[in-house]
């Protein structure tokens, strides 16, 4: 290989890379609430409660464990044409567990764990040029997330009183990448990087209140995984030029603050319904892409806006003397915090609008696509308990999201005429194994 095709080498790498943000955030935790429009925040009591509110593990009075999978494919459509988008799977583990404080400790705590791995990698994503067409947000389903849950059980001094505390955990990548040429005029090159956690903070209460009647409120802190990589040349073109230290850097996966409200009210012993409303503060997204060198320009901004999701859930519940089964469906409108595909303002490495000397602001295509989802979903369980009070359910899931058709400010790369259109849906479904003594 020669000495420039090397440096091109690296300089495609510097802005091309492959890792992927959380896939509950996508598609929700937990068979029963994702079969219930993924609520979860007024009622879910098991390890599902770790992501959707940890106040709800307050309420559980048996220890657990669990193991399922699930899996979901992407019918995806650009101006007609199927756009690829790799599907994904992962199995989920989570577990729960009374703490045996006795006295006035006594059914206070209960801790719990939730864990998403994809079958097939640790983190990935796809870190391309703003202007290359990309579904950003549902590219989001291939990283290892795992979550921590405290309740605490304060019926005591507050009848109906319960309190969260959890964290979220993703990975953040870093490290360096150093080339260059031995003393026998041999290229050679040193790697090293890092995997590193980063911890998010999760908050909920749930409140019971009379008629059978349950208000939880959780708030989720921004979820962000970055890459900080760089790339050293040494004594390529000896005498000749010094490159700069090239770097990657890279938000891959980005879950925005998040606070959401529900009521779980049961009518009857038989029927659950739940309805929520759940905020997230998407304006802070910054994009994929960083810098390249510490002078390289951004950019454009996306200019995400704000959004607000509502959500149903409904379920049903029959028993027969020691098996109990249950069906379940939810609906969500979900809008998209993402503005249609456009020219926007490039920024400096000040991140200040580009201007020309002529004092026109510099523009280029920005293409992250995104559509307004409705979902929508079914599930059921069936449950055996022993004699001795432990018992084993079953849960089954799945969800259709449907893309609705969505036509763009600008025509896709390479295109002329009217603004590209997108259009799609989305098929998951999966399965979980509990159980509990």
């Known amino acids: 290989m020669s000495r420039l095709h090397l440096i091109a080498s690296l300089l495609v790498l510097a802005v091309t890379s492959t890792a992927g943000a959380t896939p509950p955030d996508v598609f929700g935790y937990g068979p029963r609430t994702q079969g219930m429009g993924n609520t979860g925040v007024a009622f879910a009591s098991n390890y599902e409660a770790v992501f959707h509110n ?10 657990g464990f669990t193991l399922g999978l699930q899996a979901g494919s992407f019918e995806l459509e650009l101006d007609g044409q199927q756009w690829p988008l790799d599907a994904y799977s992962g199995t989920t583990l989570g577990f729960h567990i009374p703490l045996p404080f006795g006295g006035v400790l006594e059914d206070t705590f209960v801790i719990g764990a939730g864990f998403y791995t994809p079958t097939s990698t640790v983190l990935r994503t796809d870190i391309i040029f703003p202007e290359v067409p990309n579904f950003v947000l549902l590219a989001r389903t291939q990283s290892v997330h795992v979550m921590l849950g405290l309740g605490v059980n ?70 962000q995984s970055d890459i900080d990589l760089a790339i050293r040349a040494e004594n390529l073109l000896p005498g000749e030029l010094e490159l700069p230290v090239i770097t990657i850097t890279a938000i891959p996966q980005f879950d925005p603050h998040t606070v959401a409200l529900e009521g779980a009210w049961r009518p009857t012993s038989d029927w659950l319904l739940s309805l929520q409303l759940q905020y997230q503060h998407w304006s802070t ?70 201007v020309r000397p ?58 002329e005429g009217p603004g590209l259109e997108t259009r799609g849906w989305i098929l998951t479904a999966g399965w979980g194994v509990v159980f509990e003594w």
């Open 54 to 63: 940890p106040a709800g593990l307050a309420a559980q009075r048996r220890a």
């Open 358 to 415: 002529s004092g026109d602001p510099v523009q280029q295509p920005l293409r992250y696509l995104d559509n307004h989802r409705h979902l929508m979903s079914l599930g059921g369980s069936i449950i055996w308990e022993s004699s001795s009070g432990a018992h084993v359910q079953f849960d089954l899931f799945t969800q259709l999201h449907y893309l609705m058709p969505r036509t763009h400010d600008i025509p896709a790369e390479g295109t």
């Open 154 to 223: 304060l019926d005591r001094l507050i009848p109906g009183l319960r309190l969260g505390l959890g964290v979220a955990t993703l990975a953040d990548i870093g490290g360096r990448l150093l080339v260059g040429l031995d003393g026998g005029n041999q290229f050679f090159s040193q790697t090293e990087t890092q995997l590193l956690a980063g911890f998010h903070p999760i908050v909920g209460l749930h409140l019971d209140l009379p008629g059978d009647l349950t208000i939880g409120a959780v708030y989720r802190n921004k979820v």
């Open 285 to 354: 997204y910054p994009g994929v892409v960083g810098k390249t060198t510490s002078n390289s320009d951004l950019p454009p901004h996306p200019g995400f806006r704000n959004t607000i999701t509502p959500r149903l859930g409904v379920e049903w519940e029959g028993q027969h003397r020691r098996t109990t089964a249950q069906l379940r469906g939810g609906y969500a409108f979900v809008p998209t915090p993402a503005r249609p595909a456009r020219l926007a303002t490039k920024r400096d490495s000040e991140g200040e609008d580009l």
